[in-house]
């Protein structure tokens, strides 16, 4: 790739991508494009080319698991059939809601809407104890606001009031579709909103939300159930797991401390509003065409797309959501391998070696703090490719073609939610994959230590044998080191080596770590971004394992015979390449914990002395930073 040397000195981002950034067309259907999104392209086409080809028998599904997935895929692409099922599928959950009078009247649905994955005012999930990471606990939340965050809600917010209109807007066309009169309709929609209102006060932003240390608020039983006078929370849960828990884990006690004044029969109309819109909003997309173009109207206006995805393509990720780990091992086995597999493991292993040794000598920590660092990396769980075995949830989903899509759609949320409570007081299962092995990304998940890679991110620009060893630790390397990082960011570093909520540093070394990781706050905070500005708290978590990423990479990279540390450079900008809408660029800054792509690419660089030397950057050039504003934490 011919890159202008002289460039990089004012804009590494704008020398390495500029040219393709000028030519690149974001689609229509799509708020983005550039690295990571042409991959999801690639890998879209080549697998729906595939499942095309099962659909016709030209290719034999090889397994039941994989025949049940082609059922619904060949069920979500009938759309001549949903024509004529017209609003026959939703129907008989509004006329449910329509039946209610009281949250009484809730209370004897509730159980089975929460199965069902129908809206509720309260969020429950199945995770490890924070503070016991071996055994699974009951996590309790507060459901979603309508606008992105509720930092939308604030007076002198200027996106707020032309996305409650395209909100409303696309309401009242799918309410008058459903035979709700003009009346009902403005009446429904307003008190809808009045009620999505009144939960702001007590819900997290997102800055909040990515504080991992405030989510841990365990209360008993009787403390929980005392949170509402109104809903039977004891009954309730009691149904979901089969006991009275002695633990649950509370994420946002400000909004269950205020839950009675939210949840009471003084305030009933306007919760069986918002019960009517969000069942509409979500279950419309498995409707007819009008029903699923319309239902797209506002989170297109929330992402800047054109267009609607195509039906063939709504289709498949549909269908491949509700079998993700199915498609992610058909994908693994066939497009990725064992030997690739094998190869990219042994990277992960290198590059925790390498970390091991940043670490044994790292001049500001303790010995002691150091010591349970280089701990919690030897137990570090490696996940890379693809599980070796699906789920066995997968083998409990069965697809009947005389139902509707969207029946079919609901009984396997109901099978799944019901597989994830009957987890509920059992060991965790470590090895357990969270994302598809076809998904483009990866993780670190601090409450099991561990780091996962699936197939579909281990390909050029981040990996290929055809990359020289700089461009693969610039690419596939940083990210790798980035993941392994995240054990040690401000969120990660408060768990220990099991997963456990545990202080495991001296309280110097603590507040120096927090002194550090205020200086990367600093460094993003404010920063200018697509008429916004960047906030550094939402994102110092993912900056960190940046910083860390980037540098342990680079180290691993310089260990090479080969070592050129201008294509690792470079390779690092390439694969944060991005063009996308402004108000999906709006959109991130206000809600995403990852600091905006070209801000990734060209601020960590600038905290590395290799970076000045590989391009020759001086004092005066705009990608200089001075050496006393450089942060280096890992």
Same mark, same amino acid.
């Given at each position: 790739m011919a890159v202008n040397e002289k460039l990089i000195k004012s804009d590494l981002y704008e020398a390495v991508?500029?040219?393709?950034?000028?030519?690149?067309?974001?689609? =229509?259907?799509?708020?983005?494009?550039?690295?990571?999104?042409?991959?999801?392209?690639?890998?879209?086409?080549?697998?729906?080319?595939?499942?095309?080809?099962?659909?016709?028998?030209?290719?034999?599904?090889?397994?039941?698991?994989?025949?049940?997935?082609?059922?619904? $895929?060949?069920?979500?692409?009938?759309?001549?059939?949903?024509?004529?099922?017209?609003?026959?599928?939703?129907?008989? $959950?509004?006329?449910?809601? =329509?039946?209610?009078?009281?949250?009484?009247? $809730?209370?004897?649905? $509730?159980?089975?809407?929460?199965?069902?994955?129908?809206?509720?005012?309260?969020?429950?999930?199945?995770?490890?104890?924070?503070? &016991?990471?071996?055994?699974?606990?009951?996590?309790?939340?507060?459901? &979603?606001?309508?606008?992105?965050?509720?930092?939308?809600?604030? =007076?002198? &917010?200027?996106?707020a009031p032309a996305l409650i209109a395209v909100f409303s807007k696309m309401m009242t066309e799918l309410l008058s579709k459903l035979n709700y009169s003009d009346q009902q309709t403005k009446q429904i929609i307003e008190q809808g909103l009045k009620f999505d209102r009144s939960l702001v006060p007590y819900v997290k932003s997102a800055e909040e939300s990515a504080d991992y240390s405030k989510m841990y608020n365990p209360k008993t039983n009787a403390e929980f159930v005392a949170y509402s006078s109104t809903l039977d929370l004891g009954a309730t849960i009691n149904d979901l797991v089969g006991a009275q828990p002695e633990k649950i884990i509370v994420t946002e006690p400000k909004y269950f401390e205020a839950l009675d004044k939210i949840i009471n029969d003084d305030h009933f109309a306007e919760f069986k509003s918002w019960l009517i819109i969000q069942t509409v909003r979500g279950l419309s997309s498995y409707l007819s065409e009008d029903f699923r173009v319309i239902s797209g109207q506002y989170s297109r206006a929330l992402s800047g797309s054109k267009a609607p995805m195509k039906q063939k393509k709504f289709a498949y990720y549909l269908a491949a959501g509700t079998f993700d780990q199915v498609v992610g091992d058909y994908y693994g086995h066939k497009y990725f391998g064992e030997t690739a597999k094998n190869d990219v493991h042994q990277m992960v292993e290198k590059m925790i070696s390498v970390y091991q040794h940043r670490l044994a000598n790292n001049t500001w920590l303790s010995k002691e703090t150091r010591d349970k660092a280089v701990l919690k990396l030897s137990k570090l769980g490696i996940q890379v490719g693809f599980p070796d075995k699906i789920d066995a949830l997968y083998q409990k989903l069965h697809v009947d073609s005389t139902k509707t899509l969207l029946a079919n759609e609901l009984i396997a949320t109901k099978v799944a939610r019901e597989d994830m409570f009957a987890k509920w007081n059992q060991p965790v299962d470590r090895n357990q994959w969270e994302m598809s092995a076809a998904t483009v990304n990866a993780y670190y998940h601090p409450f099991r230590n561990i780091i996962v890679f699936p197939a579909a991110i281990l390909q050029a620009p981040f990996y290929s044998l055809k990359q020289s060893s700089s461009e693969n630790y610039g690419g596939i390397g940083a990210v790798i080191a980035h993941e392994i990082s995240h054990a040690f960011d401000n969120n990660g570093a408060l768990f220990d080596e099991y997963g456990n909520l545990n202080n495991w540093w001296t309280t110097a070394d603590l507040d120096h770590f927090k002194a550090l990781s205020q200086s990367m706050i600093a460094e993003f905070d404010g920063l200018e971004y697509a008429g916004q500005k960047v906030n550094g708290k939402l994102t110092v978590s993912e900056n960190i394992a940046d910083a860390g990423g980037l540098s342990c990479a680079l180290e691993a990279a310089e260990s090479e015979a080969d070592v050129d540390t201008k294509a690792f450079f470079i390779n690092w900008s390439t694969i944060w390449r991005m063009k996308a809408t402004e108000q999906y660029m709006q959109l991130l800054l206000s809600i995403d914990v990852h600091a905006p792509a070209k801000l990734r690419a060209n601020v960590q660089v600038k905290n590395l002395p290799e970076f000045y030397h590989a391009f020759d950057i001086q004092p005066g050039d705009p990608m200089y930073l001075e050496p006393e504003k450089r942060v280096n934490i890992w």
């Amino acid at each position: 790739m011919a890159v202008n040397e002289k460039l990089i000195k004012s804009d590494l981002y704008e020398a390495v991508n500029g040219e393709w950034i000028k030519t690149a067309k974001i689609p =229509d259907d799509k708020p983005a494009t550039g690295g990571f999104n042409d991959l999801v392209d690639e890998i879209d086409k080549l697998l729906m080319g595939d499942f095309d080809q099962m659909v016709d028998n030209k290719i034999q599904p090889d397994n039941d698991m994989m025949k049940e997935f082609i059922k619904l $895929y060949q069920l979500a692409s009938d759309f001549d059939r949903r024509e004529q099922e017209k609003t026959e599928p939703l129907d008989q $959950y509004l006329t449910k809601i =329509d039946g209610l009078q009281s949250f009484s009247d $809730y209370q004897a649905i $509730y159980v089975d809407w929460i199965k069902h994955g129908l809206p509720s005012p309260i969020a429950f999930d199945i995770d490890a104890d924070m503070k &016991n990471a071996r055994v699974n606990a009951l996590f309790t939340a507060a459901p &979603n606001l309508i606008l992105p965050d509720k930092t939308y809600y604030e =007076d002198g &917010n200027q996106s707020a009031p032309a996305l409650i209109a395209v909100f409303s807007k696309m309401m009242t066309e799918l309410l008058s579709k459903l035979n709700y009169s003009d009346q009902q309709t403005k009446q429904i929609i307003e008190q809808g909103l009045k009620f999505d209102r009144s939960l702001v006060p007590y819900v997290k932003s997102a800055e909040e939300s990515a504080d991992y240390s405030k989510m841990y608020n365990p209360k008993t039983n009787a403390e929980f159930v005392a949170y509402s006078s109104t809903l039977d929370l004891g009954a309730t849960i009691n149904d979901l797991v089969g006991a009275q828990p002695e633990k649950i884990i509370v994420t946002e006690p400000k909004y269950f401390e205020a839950l009675d004044k939210i949840i009471n029969d003084d305030h009933f109309a306007e919760f069986k509003s918002w019960l009517i819109i969000q069942t509409v909003r979500g279950l419309s997309s498995y409707l007819s065409e009008d029903f699923r173009v319309i239902s797209g109207q506002y989170s297109r206006a929330l992402s800047g797309s054109k267009a609607p995805m195509k039906q063939k393509k709504f289709a498949y990720y549909l269908a491949a959501g509700t079998f993700d780990q199915v498609v992610g091992d058909y994908y693994g086995h066939k497009y990725f391998g064992e030997t690739a597999k094998n190869d990219v493991h042994q990277m992960v292993e290198k590059m925790i070696s390498v970390y091991q040794h940043r670490l044994a000598n790292n001049t500001w920590l303790s010995k002691e703090t150091r010591d349970k660092a280089v701990l919690k990396l030897s137990k570090l769980g490696i996940q890379v490719g693809f599980p070796d075995k699906i789920d066995a949830l997968y083998q409990k989903l069965h697809v009947d073609s005389t139902k509707t899509l969207l029946a079919n759609e609901l009984i396997a949320t109901k099978v799944a939610r019901e597989d994830m409570f009957a987890k509920w007081n059992q060991p965790v299962d470590r090895n357990q994959w969270e994302m598809s092995a076809a998904t483009v990304n990866a993780y670190y998940h601090p409450f099991r230590n561990i780091i996962v890679f699936p197939a579909a991110i281990l390909q050029a620009p981040f990996y290929s044998l055809k990359q020289s060893s700089s461009e693969n630790y610039g690419g596939i390397g940083a990210v790798i080191a980035h993941e392994i990082s995240h054990a040690f960011d401000n969120n990660g570093a408060l768990f220990d080596e099991y997963g456990n909520l545990n202080n495991w540093w001296t309280t110097a070394d603590l507040d120096h770590f927090k002194a550090l990781s205020q200086s990367m706050i600093a460094e993003f905070d404010g920063l200018e971004y697509a008429g916004q500005k960047v906030n550094g708290k939402l994102t110092v978590s993912e900056n960190i394992a940046d910083a860390g990423g980037l540098s342990c990479a680079l180290e691993a990279a310089e260990s090479e015979a080969d070592v050129d540390t201008k294509a690792f450079f470079i390779n690092w900008s390439t694969i944060w390449r991005m063009k996308a809408t402004e108000q999906y660029m709006q959109l991130l800054l206000s809600i995403d914990v990852h600091a905006p792509a070209k801000l990734r690419a060209n601020v960590q660089v600038k905290n590395l002395p290799e970076f000045y030397h590989a391009f020759d950057i001086q004092p005066g050039d705009p990608m200089y930073l001075e050496p006393e504003k450089r942060v280096n934490i890992w």
